[in-house]
């Protein structure tokens, strides 16, 4: 108990001495020439961006001036705004909401057997065509690596624990086509369980985009990595 007072009672005299010196400092300053600012915590300083002023004729005014540097033209504002990160992520993500009700709706009221009419449906056709546009852009993140040897990319790019599940995503899809095109009758309805699983893991893969959230970002983050602990303390557990 002494001891934790005498350490309270050194920590405010250090206290008091710091700024004692920072105020003399102040003075010092404010009497002279130089220009003194208070320091400012890390809440308090504002990161200053620059504002653009957009400007519809392209190039210049139209009294023949060039634009200035604080004025962008027409074009270029919407190139900004369609490729800033916020902008990417929210039609990505809105377009995955669209994707994930399109594959829903077809799976629950228009998935029949190739033997009865009008069947794949135009809704299928169209959640294969999104499905391999997906498949694409996987494809051209695997082109897309620094690493220079063809093989090395795909390792590279196997490295990232949601490009696994997204390879299962598609492993899954490529059987549920499959059994849904050679599959007729009472067996039908291992197509129907191969396209729910494969979209209950489209669902799953869904929680990559609440990383974004500050709040829920990091919980997420913790949880997975809890299970993969846990998975490894079972298994030296039991063996």
Known sequence: MFTSDRVKRDLS???LTV??????????????????????SRKQQQIEKPLYKVSISRGSHGNGRKLKKSTIDLGLAVWYFYMAPVTKFSYNLLSYTVYLALMSYFLLTDLRPVSEPDSPSVLEFIAWGW?????????????????KAFWFKV??????????????IYTCFGVSVACRLLLVGAEF???????????????????????????????????????????????????
């Open 155 to 168: 390792l590279s790019w196997f490295d990232d624990s949601w490009n696994k599940f997204d390879l299962l």
């Open 189 to 239: 309805r291992y197509a129907r369980m191969a396209y729910s699983v494969t979209l209950l893991l489209q669902y799953m893969r869904s929680v990559q985009m609440f990383y974004a959230n500050k709040d829920l970002g990091p919980k997420i983050i913790m949880i997975r990595r809890m299970v993969t602990v846990g998975d490894n303390t079972f298994s030296i557990s039991t063996t």
């Open 13 to 15: 005299v250090l206290r």
């Open 131 to 147: 499905t391999g546009t997906l498949l694409l852009e996987e494809m051209r993140q695997v082109f897309a690596r620094r690493e």
């Open 19 to 40: 700024r004692y010196h920072s105020d003399v400092e102040a003075e010092r300053l404010s009497d002279g020439n130089e220009h003194f600012s208070p320091s400012k």
